[in-house]
């Protein structure tokens, strides 16, 4: 139940894009949304969303993860 939310995170990106406008596009459905009943729990889920994300984008770019 609830507003369903989206999140978009740059990976391994360092630049400064503060005041610009970013277009994303959607690749791949990782996970539903979920609560988490720590911060550890959240922080452990989004590190594995990185983790997989990383895998499904060396299969497309293999210069990527």
């Excluded at 990782?30 to 299969?59: C, M, P, W, Y």
Aim: charged share 30%; proline share 2%; no cysteine.
């Amino acid at each position: 139940m609830g507003t369903r939310l989206l999140e978009a995170h740059l990976l391994d990106f360092d630049e400064n894009l503060y005041d610009l406008e970013v277009t994303v596009h959607l690749e791949h459905w990782i996970r539903g949304q979920a609560t988490f009943a720590s911060k550890e729990e959240l922080i452990a889920a989004l590190e594995d969303d990185v983790r997989r994300t990383k895998e499904l984008l060396s299969d497309t770019y293999p210069t990527a993860g």
